[in-house]
């Protein structure tokens, strides 16, 4: 029979990996995007995957797989062993656009032994527990998903129905009974099974597995998140970074 300690020492040395999926053009992005990837954008002066990194290590991951494809070889160079940002990389190359769930299914090989692994879209950025997420995946539950309250884009006017009398301007409030999927998971490797070779995970296999019962949602309110899709995200994102910073 093994004693505590060596079943705390075999817990602490079970290396939980993270996948990325940085394969995207990134085409709103564009000019900024024609020579370099979207996951190597900077924000206030580091890339998004360095971020990225520093939320992981933060999270106590440290072994990282970048799923990449568009401009791979900028990643690669830019990357490498991935020492430089005190993680261990590793690289799955998609030779043509397979989507977010084709990109997972590329990575099955390295995945598949795994009790669970993270994966996060190579254009998020955000500091949400991910042990919270991981502790959601239990019994016959294929995986957890990270949610976040929707905001929105526009400025809401709130006026009374009956007179039409305007009452207040609220800017671009948070509209917390709408959730949005952060496009951080933590899944099981029996999601293998319920993947395409070419196609998105939230048009696939989600509605499928929503279906039979088998995802569930995690909450997280009041962290930073935020999905970099165009010019204007990334100056939002600069903003909340000093709001919420990761470290």
């Not at 360095?50 to 690669?76: C, D, H, P, S, T």
């Not at 999927?181 to 490797?189: F, K, M, R």
């Amino acid at each position: 029979m093994q004693s505590l300690t060596e079943e705390i020492i075999k817990e602490v040395c079970v290396m939980v990996k993270a996948l990325i999926l940085a394969g995207g053009f990134g085409k709103r992005l564009r000019p900024l995007t024609q020579e370099k990837p979207k996951p190597l954008i900077e924000i206030k002066g580091k890339p998004i995957l360095a971020w990225q990194f520093e939320w992981l290590r933060k999270g106590g991951i440290n072994e990282v797989i970048l799923a990449v494809g568009y401009l791979k070889e900028k990643i690669i160079e830019e990357i490498g062993s991935g020492k430089r940002y005190g993680v261990r990389v590793g690289y799955v190359v998609e030779d043509e656009p397979l989507g977010t769930a084709g990109g997972l299914k590329n990575a099955e090989h390295v995945l598949k032994n795994e009790k669970y692994f993270y994966v996060l879209n190579g254009d998020i950025i955000t500091s949400l527990n991910l042990k919270k997420l991981s502790d959601a995946v239990s019994g016959n539950v294929v995986g957890a998903i990270a949610v976040v309250p929707l905001k929105s884009p526009y400025g809401i006017i709130r006026f009374d129905p009956r007179s039409g009398e305007i009452l207040s301007f609220v800017e671009k409030p948070v509209l917390r009974e709408y959730w949005i999927n952060a496009g951080v998971y933590c899944l099981t490797p029996k999601i293998f099974e319920h993947l395409p070779e070419k196609g998105d995970i939230e048009q696939t296999a989600f509605p499928i597995l929503a279906e039979k019962r088998l995802l569930k949602a995690v909450i997280y309110t009041d962290v930073l998140w935020k999905s970099i899709d165009t010019h204007k995200d990334v100056e939002e994102a600069e903003k909340l970074l000093s709001k919420y910073p990761i470290t």
